[in-house]
């Protein structure tokens, strides 16, 4: 193992030594790109099945951070690094794509067979509320929390208590409430489903920002980890949609979900399963990204950097896996060059002017087709 | 073997289905025919578990359905060939072939010996294996189409409108398919606006008007009838 990094140690040595600082840039943009793209992939895939912004993904990646920073801090802290990084994101990848599934089947689901919309339609209000009326001023009170795992179990207790318990109380509110935009209805359910996970978050591990990596990871190896790990990961993923027959039976669902019901496929599974193939991506990319590569976060990334995400997404043409890696690395790529700018300050808004850009002059994306009306 | 009784269907405030009722024994062809909006689709999806009746019995073989969702009925032996043929665009034609048999606990090599099989009594489906299938004319996405309902190796095949939109000759080439199917021992349920040649294939037919079954006969005496001849049969 040491051998391997040693292989990879001297591979980043040639590669940082090399003439220009463009070859290195180029390096850490499309690591930020892979990142990206782990991301992105959860939010097109959704949109592919179900035609619907999962605004919760990005807050599911930040619980991958969290269950990678716990893993790495406390769980496995005197383990060897290998076992560190190995366990570290196995647990990120398994938390965040059951976390993924549970939001499926608690929040989405009902909407979508239409049992009651009272299920969900008000999550996001009474996130708001919630943050407004108690958590604002418990988080003042005690914005700095020792980093013991207690709080992940807090959170995840927590979260579905609150998402059960809620669920209850409208059911018993507001028994038949008639949904007059089933579409409106999910957006805003989903909004609320990043609030609460963003709020719990908060709530249970602090608001301030927290840095950790996995130990003894060499500074210039870390990149090239993280590059690999998602190049990896992204194959196996574009391999199980592509080759195998659950991914078949994704690609059939996004295209025709009446007509993959008629052939046997069960759709709500297949949606689930699509739930948690993206979040155990997202959860992979939380642990890369923070625990790997080191960068600083707190219960917001989940925020700025799946927004960013959700970007690259749709600059490649949502609905496309393919489409979300262009995307990412081209994000992730340009993010790279301008903060290396004189133009530096302008780093995080280039997303912006890249999306404006390419949705003026192809507004289904890069790879997306033109909505095409089925005969 | 397929038993609807009194089936109500609504779409919101639009009844779609009032008590409707019919039966397909085994080895037949039954077809429905009326004019559009008559509820013909409408039946056969909720037969095929994709809309739900309100009220009413669905049974196949003795056991009720009606509750079950669509991807459990394929199971039972139901399968659906459905109106404006819904292939799956973006992918091949023999990915659509292999979802044709997604219901099925069966060995590939099984199910590739029936792609084989679709393959020889549709050849143009083999010249176009590797195409997607949004490429495909209307006749061979229809073909396409009852090809991926055969794959799942149903009891019942319900066919939804498979002449819209086709040239006449195509027509009947569609029509001698059906027959084959059915000589092969396939009953069949299929809905037609083409009420003469659906009628002339057919044992049985249902006529619908408006959500409700108006007349049920043989074949024979439904071509006869007066009230059919004016109202489906251009006369």
């Known amino acids: 193992m040491s051998h391997i990094s040693s292989v990879l140690a001297s591979l980043v040595h040639v590669l940082s030594h090399a003439p220009s600082v463009f070859w290195r840039l180029t390096l850490s943009g499309i690591e930020l790109g892979g990142v990206y793209a782990l991301i992105a992939i959860g939010y097109t895939l959704v949109y592919g099945v179900l035609q619907f912004i999962n605004f919760a993904h990005g807050d599911v990646y930040m619980v991958g951070a969290y269950i990678g920073f716990f893993s790495v801090t406390v769980w496995f802290a005197s383990s060897s690094p290998w076992i560190q990084g190995i366990c570290g994101i196995v647990l990120s990848i398994i938390g965040c794509a059951l976390l993924g599934l549970f939001i499926e089947r608690l929040a989405y689901r009902p909407l979508r067979n239409g049992l009651s919309s009272a299920d969900a339609v008000p999550w996001s209000i009474i996130s708001a509320f919630y943050v407004d009326a108690f958590l604002g001023k418990y988080l003042a009170a005690r914005s700095v929390l020792p980093a013991v795992a207690i ?93 195998t027959s659950i991914g078949r039976a994704i690609r059939a669902v996004s295209q025709d979900k009446d007509a993959a019901a008629l052939m046997g496929i069960p759709t709500d599974k297949v949606v689930g399963f699509t739930f948690l193939l993206g979040a155990g991506l997202a959860g992979a990319g939380g642990f890369l990204n ?41 994000m992730g790529l340009a993010e790279t060059y301008t903060g290396a700018s004189i133009f530096s300050d302008f780093k995080n808004a280039v997303a912006f002017v890249i999306l404006i850009a390419v949705l003026l002059l192809r507004p289904s994306g890069i790879l997306g087709k033109t909505a095409q009306e089925k005969v | 073997m397929l038993k609807v009784s009194n089936v109500n269907v609504y779409y919101g405030a639009i009844h779609a289905l009032v008590n409707v009722s019919l039966e397909v024994s085994e080895g037949e062809i039954v077809t429905l025919i009326g004019a559009n909006g008559a509820g013909k689709s409408s039946t056969i999806r909720s037969i095929s578990g994709l809309v739900k009746p309100a009220s009413g019995e669905i049974s196949f073989n003795g056991n009720p359905i009606h509750r079950s969702s669509a991807h459990e009925i394929v199971r039972l032996g139901i399968s659906q060939s459905p109106e404006g043929r819904r292939v799956f665009p973006a992918m091949t034609v023999h990915e659509n072939l292999k979802l044709g048999a997604y219901s099925r606990k069966c060995s590939k090599s099984e199910v590739s010996n029936d792609i084989e099989e679709m393959y020889h009594t549709f050849p143009r489906l083999k010249e176009r294996e590797k195409q997607p299938a949004g490429t495909l004319s209307g006749g061979e996405q229809q073909m396409l189409a009852i090809a991926r309902a055969l794959m799942s190796r149903p009891r019942l095949l319900m066919l939804d ?42 044992n049985r037919g249902y006529v619908l008007e408006t959500g409700e079954v108006i007349l049920h006969d043989s074949s ?16």
């Open chain 1, 151 to 243: 709080y992940l179990i807090v959170f995840a207790i927590s979260f579905a208590v609150m998402l059960v318990v809620l669920k209850k109380l409208f059911r018993m509110l507001a028994p038949r409430i008639k949904p007059t935009n089933d579409r409106l209805t999910a957006l805003i359910t989903a909004i609320g489903m990043s609030l609460l996970l963003e709020n719990q978050g908060a709530a249970s591990f602090g608001v301030s920002p927290h840095i950790a990596q996995v130990k003894g990871i060499n500074q210039s190896v870390a990149p090239l980890i993280v590059l690999v790990a998602s190049v990896v990961l992204a194959a196996a993923l574009v391999f199980v949609i592509k080759a």
């Open chain 1, 290 to 330: 923070h625990m790997v590569d080191g960068v600083q976060f707190d219960t917001n990334i989940g925020i700025t950097l799946g927004l960013k995400a959700f970007i690259a997404a749709v600059l490649g043409g949502i609905g496309r896996v393919d489409g979300a890696i262009v995307g990412a690395l081209l």
């Open chain 2, 161 to 202: 409108e498979p002449s819209l939109g086709l040239a006449p000759f195509l027509v009947q080439t569609i029509f001698r398919i059906i027959k084959d199917i059915n000589l092969k021992g396939v009953t069949i349920l299929l809905v037609e606006q083409n009420a003469n040649q659906a009628l002339k294939l057919a």
């Open chain 2, 220 to 235: 024979s005496e439904l071509l006869a009838n007066d009230a059919v001849r004016k109202a489906y049969l251009g006369d």
